[in-house]
């Protein structure tokens, strides 16, 4: 599966911005499906996901409340929705999936072998 990501952009803190990953040669179905973010100096972190099942959803306790996943199966597309945005959200944010990821390692960008190529957030305060 190829992941594509796209929707970032230079925001004031307080705005909002909405990403997009669209995954082409398949479906999503099956697949954990999440957004990290990493910024420089830094580890990339989880920040939202499906589950396999895309029944469950899980969020960074930094974005909470926040961020909202949603998904549009026919169009393969997962969408982050980022609300009231914060200099601290500053970065570079991935796309990922995996269809073996188990429920205990969804925030482990490690077990995801599906990135996309990256969308760059910039929020100034």
């Known amino acids: 599966v190829q992941l594509q990501a796209s929707g970032g952009g230079l925001v004031q803190a307080g705005g909002s911005l909405r990403l997009s990953c669209v995954a082409s040669g398949r479906t999503l179905n099956g697949y954990a499906t999440a957004w990290f973010r990493q910024a420089p100096g830094r580890e990339r972190e989880f920040v939202a996901g499906?589950?396999?099942?895309?029944?469950?959803?899980y969020y960074s306790d930094s974005v909470k409340g926040r961020f909202i996943l949603s998904r549009d199966n026919v169009k393969r597309t997962v969408y982050l929705q980022m609300n009231s945005l914060k200099p601290e959200d500053t970065a570079v944010y991935y796309c990922?999936?995996?269809?073996?990821?188990?429920?205990?390692?969804?925030?482990?960008?490690?077990?995801?072998?599906?990135w996309g190529q990256g969308t760059q957030v910039t929020v100034s305060s």
């Open positions: 499906y589950s396999r099942s895309g029944g469950y959803t």
């Open positions: 990922a999936a995996d269809s073996s990821v188990i429920l205990s390692q969804y925030r482990n960008p490690v077990q995801y072998d599906y």
